[in-house]
């Protein structure tokens, strides 16, 4: 698990490296949650320096800290940061295969405050319809988590923005079905 203090010294590394970035994975939600532990990774989905046309800058960048690199899924830059005593995965991602994020989504990430550290990350409900949109198992089962806890109270999700950030999508009523089937109120 990456706490939240690693989460920041983690961006705050790569921001003061000129990575520029917003997160779009799952600290997203556990941090709308309150927990100081923010999941397993940092996905962020990457603009400068580009993931796909200059990973010589990764390789440059994780050499002269001594940061790991690996690959995501993908084929995109991955790297293992120290923040601390905690290792923490940074996974860049594109717009590259099936995975899509609309440019929408990107411009109005809002700008958040994680243990003193400024970043920009996608809104909740804009996270949640990325998930529906990939369907992975994994992904539709965290749906399903995310709606129990939404259902339960614990988390603030607006309908209208779900249906909304779906629209920007070609398959829209897929993922809508995907939202309703793991339990949303849409």
Same mark, same amino acid.
């Given at each position: 698990m990456v706490s939240k203090k690693a989460f920041a010294e983690a961006v705050r590394s790569l921001l003061d490296e000129g =990575? /520029? =970035?917003? @997160?779009i994975g799952g600290s997203v939600v556990e941090l709308a949650l309150g927990r100081k532990d923010l999941g397993d990774d940092i996905d962020v989905f990457g603009e400068k320096p580009s993931p796909v046309v200059e990973e010589e800058e990764y390789a440059r960048v994780a050499e002269e800290h001594g940061w790991t690199l690996g690959q995501t899924w993908l084929g995109?830059? /991955?790297?293992?940061? /120290?923040?601390?005593? $905690? $290792? @923490?995965p940074v996974e860049f991602y594109d717009n590259i295969y099936d995975f899509y994020v609309p440019e929408e989504i990107l411009a109005r990430a809002g700008k958040t405050r994680v243990s003193g550290v400024t970043v920009r990350m996608v809104s909740l409900e804009d996270h949640i319809v990325l998930k529906a949109n990939a369907g992975r198992g994994s992904d539709i089962e965290r749906l399903k988590e995310i709606a129990r806890l939404a259902n339960k109270g614990k988390l603030r999700v607006d309908p209208e923005k779900l249906r $909304?950030?779906?629209s920007l999508f070609d398959d829209e009523q897929v993922i809508l079905r995907r939202l309703r089937d793991a339990g949303f109120k849409l």
């Open positions: =990575f /520029r =970035f917003t @997160v995109t830059p /991955r790297l293992l940061l /120290r923040a601390g005593n $905690e $290792e @923490v $909304e950030a779906a």
